[in-house]
């Protein structure tokens, strides 16, 4: 008796998504009669037609329905273990223990460790979110094999010696969140002027972590609430109790209530970057890693260092 072969549900998934047999072909690079041929034998198999013809290209029948619910599981299980069987020739595998500074582990590091455990299902991550300082120290004693750290104007400068560093975004500036009720958020782009009179929420931590203030060119800027953690400010900004200081790195991951505006400045010029710091001599997990990191290098900056 003719069987189930996963070629054959691998097309008739990409025949009901396109709705056509020839649209179906031309995605997988088939033939339409070769296609034809795979839903034939599909249908010999379950003993039952799938689809059933229309004026223009084809739809589900009811048995092709409940196969398709179950053929999108099999084909899913069965990537994963090519995946993590993938991961097994390959043999990097194991726990690796990443640390980052606060915007950097919600905007940059989530997709990163996606894209490597995509290709590296073998590999385990932790993650460890602290300002940049607190990262080189465990990093030095051997708490985390990687530490993704802000570095340019106005942070410190961090001794990076006997250490690898790479960078892996470049910033698309600073600017301010505002509440979504704000008269500015109506721009995407304010100039410094019209901040002379916000009430700022500024950050508040530990003596050797850089934390944001009010905008640095401001003469006399009015603080409204200091707050250690920044989804504390941004509740804050939310609830229309002053502004604060984002860069563009946190641009896409705002909280409801807050939009973020590029500010024009001509007397600040900052360069920011963020790096990706390892030993001298990384582990395949490392490596693979920083290649993940490299993926997805775009827009930058740092909510807390």
Known sequence: MPELTLMGLRVTIEVAQRGSFTAAAEALGYTQS????????????????????????????????????????????????ELEIAGIRDRIAGRLAVGAYPTAAAALVPPAIARLQKS?????????????????????AGRIEMAVVAIGDG?????????????????????VAVSTDHPLASQNEVHVDALAQEAWIVGVGAEDEPQFGAWPTLGTPRVAYEARGWQTRLGLVAAGLGVSVLPGLAADIVPHGVKWLSVKDPALVLRRETVMVTAAEASAAARAMLEAMRGGAGGGGNLGR
């Open 34 to 81: 070769a296609v034809s041929r795979q839903i034939s034998a599909t249908e010999a198999a379950v003993g039952a037609p799938l689809f059933e013809r229309q004026a223009r290209g084809v739809r589900p029948t009811q048995s092709g329905e409940a196969l398709l619910r179950h053929a999108r599981h099999m084909l899913a299980h069965v990537e994963a273990a």
């Open 120 to 140: 590296h299902p073998g590999v385990t991550v932790s993650l460890w979110e602290a300002g940049s300082p607190a990262q080189l120290r465990r990093l030095r």
């Open 155 to 175: 942070l410190p400068d961090y001794d990076f010696t006997g250490l690898r560093i790479e960078v892996v975004h470049a910033g698309r500036g600073m600017g």
